[in-house]
């Protein structure tokens, strides 16, 4: 079984505390035709790099019945930066438009199978992966992306297309695991890097 969610999977079902200090399920989200998770931090460069490139896709495509739900699984002992108070400040700082949940134990990020950060994961409206990697292709430097992986896929899907790809490397650093240096990945962590 490979280390990420493979495609036509369904979504796993979470708990998780917001910066709103609420907690959201996905359930909360069943409204929705299309949910997009992405695992995110807040510090990585190539978060902070295409958190305004992300807003615009969540503004965009939220009229179409599309949620944009962000998760920091950083440990906050190996990146203090990545603290649930962070989080809560850079939501009120930014105001960005989508709930920003806290997996404090990380176990939410081993179920998804995260990678990156930031690492996209798009479930149709049964909640099966449709396309799961990166958004943009440069999301450290914007300005220099050449295409939007994660907008063509949605796109294709509302078109009633099919995805022509699927999957994409996720590009940013690597989640920051509890008690493990900054730079490791679980050994099994290696099928889309």
Known sequence: MAY?????????????????????????????????????????????????????????????????????????????????????????????????????????AQTFGALKTPHFFLFNQ????????RSIDNPRNPSLASQNDLETAIDQHLGNKKITTPITNPIGCNIKWDGKDAHWMPAEACDLI
């Open 126 to 133: 049964s909640r099966e992966l449709i396309y799961t990697g």
């Open 4 to 108: 990420t969610l493979e495609i036509g999977q369904d979504a796993p079902d979470f708990n998780l505390l917001a910066t709103d200090d609420k907690f959201y399920s996905l359930s909360n989200y069943s409204s929705y035709e299309l949910l997009v998770i992405s695992f995110t931090c807040n510090h990585c460069p190539y978060v902070i790099g295409s958190d305004e490139a992300t807003r615009i896709s969540a503004e965009k495509y939220l009229e179409k019945g599309i949620k944009f739900v962000c998760i920091n699984s950083n440990s906050p002992n190996t990146y203090e930066e990545d603290s649930f108070e962070n989080m809560q400040n850079r939501m009120k700082e930014f105001n960005f438009p989508w709930d920003y949940l806290y997996d404090s134990t990380q176990e939410i």
